[in-house]
């Protein structure tokens, strides 16, 4: 059976959404390495699991299929193909040298299929395998990572992204977070659930990563250029998706570098056709860079129009053929608004038009969002949070009812 894939929006009908419950990797986390592994905070881990159990019941008692990324990471390893080539990925890291390498390949070889994914996502310290394997072993910290732990595999949303019925292998900026592509990749090439989707961009492409890019309307993308997607990376995408016609225009955004705005989901999401929740503190300085395909040169090379920078709601609004994208505001005033930004008061999932899942601590975000006729699905997320992330980056939509008719 082939299941259908895709999305052309971030609010048609959530059919399908992959999600990361948290697991042993947030075991990892200490006040020393929290900030390197982009927490804020140690968060608790079985609540933050009970949490996430609830956020996926949401989901569920609303038809959504939830799929879990480390199911399909292990349903892959039941091939020998997928593990050779995750341990191989795994282990290519220089720092582990040639003894160190051979016998953890050795161990990661001799391990069932959930092990391997538990190795693959917790990591593996140095003071777990010690024990006459060499130099290396003996001259690194007790406490050092010879495959370091993956926290924020937690955000689905970020690792991989679908346009249309492609799937986009992201590049993560942050070497924290570099490995989880090694992850996405495995799946989305060797899962038989997803044998044959085409795809765009790759992890040894310029940096994008998913939490900018937001689909806002079936021909219209904005990707936002910041802390993690570089101008490259959106240069890169928006050459991919005119290649594989799948929008018409690619709205690049600036949003400052900053960990608070680090992707353009933590300033704005969609939750209808024509409305969009935003951080108003940055709202009027918004801007955006509207690129579309203008022919090819001799050697068939796309070349790329630029606009002047606008404001981003005025031309977004014009690249979706609408007369206005409404704007709800984070937050009732300005020191509300910045803590409920901070807190993803903006980052909520749609699973249909006027739909939006967001963090129940957000008080005044989600009474906004009511007034404006948006149904809030209200989640907990106290120890969620920790990773600075809310519903949509925790999220990754594979497949959604498409808007284009
Ligand atoms: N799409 C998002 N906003 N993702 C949030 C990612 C948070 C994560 N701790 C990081 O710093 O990368």
């Not at 007790?142 to 689905?156: A, K, S």
């Not at 060797?190 to 795809?199: D, I, K, M, S």
């Not at 009027?284 to 860079?289: I, K, R, V």
């Not at 930004?341 to 005044?364: C, F, H, K, S």
Request: charged share 25%; glycine share 8%.
């Amino acid at each position: 059976m082939t299941a259908i894939h895709g999305a052309d929006s971030e609010v048609g009908r959530l059919r399908t959404v992959m999600l990361h419950r948290p697991g042993n990797e947030l075991k990892r986390l200490t006040p020393r390495n929290n900030d390197k592994l982009l927490f804020d905070g140690i968060p608790w881990v079985a609540r933050a699991q009970e949490e996430h159990d609830a956020f996926a019941e949401a989901l569920r008692s609303r038809d959504v299929e939830v799929l879990y990324l480390t199911d399909l990471l292990t349903d892959t390893f039941e091939t020998a193909e997928a593990r050779d080539s995750a341990i191989a990925t795994a282990l290519a890291d220089l720092d582990l040298g040639d003894t160190m390498r051979h016998y953890l390949g050795g161990f990661l070889h001799d391990a069932s299929p959930s092990e391997l994914t538990g190795y693959l996502t917790a990591g593996i310290r140095n003071d777990e395998v010690r024990g006459g394997f060499g130099l290396v072993t003996s001259l690194m910290a007790r406490d050092d990572f010879l495959i370091d732990p993956l926290p924020n595999l937690l955000f689905t949303r970020d690792s991989s992204v679908w346009v249309h019925d492609r799937v986009a292998i992201t590049s993560l900026a942050m070497p924290a977070r570099k490995r989880e592509t090694q992850l996405t990749e495995i799946i989305y090439s060797l899962h038989p659930r997803f044998a044959g989707t085409p795809r765009i961009h790759g992890h040894h492409f310029e940096h994008v990563e998913g939490g900018d890019v937001l689909l806002l309307a079936p021909r219209v993308i904005a990707v936002g250029v910041g802390e993690r997607t570089t101008p490259a990376g959106a240069e890169r995408l928006a050459r991919q998706v005119f290649e594989a016609k799948l929008a018409d225009t690619v709205l690049a955004v600036p949003i400052a570098q900053e960990r608070a705005t680090m992707h353009l989901d933590t300033v704005c999401t969609m939750v209808d056709v024509d409305k969009i929740v935003m951080y108003p503190n940055v709202a009027d300085s918004l801007m955006a860079y509207a690129v579309t395909a203008d022919g090819a040169t001799d050697d068939g090379t796309l070349i790329l129009a630029v606009t002047p920078a606008e404001p981003f709601l005025v031309a977004a609004a014009k690249a979706m053929g609408i007369d206005t994208l409404h704007q709800i505001d984070t937050g009732l005033d300005p020191v509300t608004a910045e803590r409920e930004q901070w807190d993803d008061g903006n980052n909520t999932l749609a699973l249909a038009p006027r739909v939006a899942v967001a963090y129940e601590r957000n008080d005044e975000t989600n009474e906004r969002l009511e007034d404006a006729g948006i149904e809030v699905v209200r989640i907990a997320g106290s120890e969620l949070g920790s990773g600075r992330g809310g519903p949509r980056c925790m999220s990754c939509p594979v497949a959604r009812d498409p808007l284009a008719v």
